[in-house]
């Protein structure tokens, strides 16, 4: 067995190959267009005309979903009660769901994100922004989907460890890594997401020194994961590591990350700011934030970040 | 032809080919779902407005203002969008009044009946 290299993991193209939308409008007119440029695009579309539609659509097809694109305003069922609906299940509580809403409310926004919905479209579309936003969570759901895989396989009495210090330098190894040490936490899956986004910014915006704007030009290229691959091997950046550190507390399980970077503005970035709801990236620190863990603290400059969860104390008979 | 009711055209050509590119077979079904809904919508205001509850006028404007927006109706759209401000607006106690919301759910039929033939024409065509 010499098939060992890190390609074999499969993580490098967590982008499923033909992404399947589920799309849910009560206007017909709207969903026909949407549905026709989705197609164009060359995905798979579900289509719902309600919330109530969209909730069977899930229950019938919850593992051939990869995102859901989900009207604000809808009668009987709105956007926000099919997304509290999905939040009570477990498989699809994180599916990433595109809310649209319209385009003079903020409010709609903000309500949204304090729901857990991280990604936006006003009304009416516009073709740049359907693809930006639709490319972030097509993003997002392959990435999930492919660490919980790669996650199942190694699944063990991982919590029986109480130390672990770990170093690393590539994407590959930051994906792989947070597989292993998801593992060490109660709940792996729901942690999982967060770190992979903590450790992939510790190699992306730390060490490499990726700026936000690059990453947002990077992906519209389609060239994010080249230009970081490219960038890892150059010998500017080929010494730099990540330290990852793990430990069980008696109230806390948590992991510190420290990279080798200058650090970055991490304060903006802790909550989703409606301003970048519509962006093609920037949601990993907030869903870090405000779904993984229980508490999130970078230290000043931003080159190192304490990720904690609080465990329940156990009854003392 | 006159046409007495100023604003945006009846029905922008320019709207309707770019639908036209953009659903290529389907669009024909589209604009039957439309003249279809679009009455449906017209009879809820109305039915609405008789029966004085003017919160049930929200939702139906709110899609008729992007739908026919979709397909160039611009007429309908507009109006569609000033009745829903209006019909928000009195569901908060302030605002438009009763008869602003009747004399626009009139203009909204009559933008309705004008563009719904040249709709019928242009399935014709398509048909032909």
């Given at each position: 067995m010499n098939?060992m290299?890190?390609s074999?993991?499969?993580?490098r193209n967590p ?7 589920l799309?849910v409008?009560?206007d017909?007119i709207l969903?026909?267009?949407l549905e026709?440029?989705l197609?164009?695009?060359g995905?798979?579309v579900?289509?719902?005309t309600n919330g ?6 899930l229950q019938?097809?919850r593992?051939n979903?990869?995102?859901?694109l989900?009207?604000r305003?809808?009668?009987e069922?709105?956007g926000?009660?099919?997304v ?10 994180r599916?990433p769901?595109i ?9 709609q926004v903000q309500e ?8 936006y ?11 930006s936003?639709?490319?972030a ?5 392959g990435?999930?989907?492919?660490l919980?895989q ?12 109480d130390?672990c ?5 590539t ?5 792989n890594?947070?597989?292993f040490i998801?593992?060490f936490?109660p ?5 999982l ?7 992939i910014n ?5 060490n490499?020194g ?8 990077l992906?519209a290229q389609?060239a994010?994961r080249?230009?970081?691959q490219k960038?890892?091997?150059?010998a500017e950046?080929r ?5 990852v550190?793990?430990a069980?507390?008696?109230e806390?399980l948590s992991?510190?990350?420290q ?6 503005d991490?304060?903006s970035?802790?909550?989703?700011d409606?301003a970048r709801?519509?962006d093609?990236h ?5 869903q870090?934030n405000?779904l ?8 000043d400059?931003?080159?190192a970040?304490?990720?904690?969860v609080?465990v ?5 008979w | 032809m006159t046409?007495s009711?100023?604003?945006p055209?009846i029905?922008d050509?320019?709207?309707v ?6 659903m290529?077979?389907k669009f024909?079904?589209?604009v039957?779902?439309y003249l279809?809904?679009?009455v449906?919508?017209?009879?809820q ?6 029966a ?11 899609t008729?203002k992007?739908?026919s927006?979709?397909?160039g109706a611009?007429?309908v759209?507009d109006?569609?969008?000033e009745l ?7 569901t ?7 008869n602003?919301i009747a004399?626009?759910?009139?203009r909204?039929r009559?933008?309705?009946?004008a563009v719904e ?9 398509q048909a032909?």
């Open positions: 098939d290299s890190p074999s993991s499969g993580l982008v499923p190959e033909k992404p399947r939308i799309a409008d009560d017909r969903l026909m267009m026709q440029k197609q164009d695009q995905h798979d579900f289509t719902a109530r539609e969209a909730c069977e659509v019938r097809e593992d979903v990869d995102v859901v989900l009207d305003e809808m009668p069922m709105n926000l009660e099919v509290a609906w999905m939040k009570q299940d477990r498989s699809l509580s599916l769901v809310m649209q809403t319209g385009a003079n409310s903020p409010e949204g994100i304090d729901a857990g919905v991280f990604y479209l006003t009304k009416p579309l516009q073709d740049g922004l359907l693809n936003v639709l490319s969570a097509i993003r997002e759901s990435q999930q989907k492919v919980r790669e996650m199942s396989k190694h699944r063990n009495s991982f919590t029986l460890v130390k210090e770990c170093r690393f330098r994407l590959d190894e930051a994906e890594l947070s597989c998801a593992n936490f709940d792996p899956d729901r942690v997401a967060g770190l992979a986004e903590l450790l510790s190699v992306e915006h730390g490499l990726v700026t936000y704007e690059e990453k947002t030009e992906i389609g994010w080249d230009e970081i960038r890892q091997e150059l950046f010494d730099k590591r990540v330290e550190l793990f069980r507390e008696e806390s992991i510190l990350i990279d080798q970077g200058k650090g970055f991490w304060r970035f802790m909550e989703i409606p709801a519509t093609n920037g949601r990993g620190i907030a870090a405000l993984s863990f229980d508490s999130l603290e970078y230290n400059v931003g080159n970040v304490k990720a904690s609080t329940e104390k156990e009854l003392d | 046409n009711t100023e604003g055209e029905l050509m320019e709207a080919e770019d639908a036209k590119d953009a290529k077979g024909a079904t589209m039957q779902y279809e809904d679009t449906s919508f017209v009879e205001i109305e039915a609405a407005l008789s004085n509850e003017t919160d049930k006028i929200v939702s139906p404007a709110h008729l992007s739908s927006a979709q397909l611009m007429q759209s109006i569609a969008r829903e401000a209006a019909a928000r607006g009195t908060d106690g302030e605002g438009a009044g009763e602003d004399s626009l759910t009139q909204l009559a933008a309705f009946e033939p040249k709709f019928k024409e242009i399935l014709d065509q032909a």
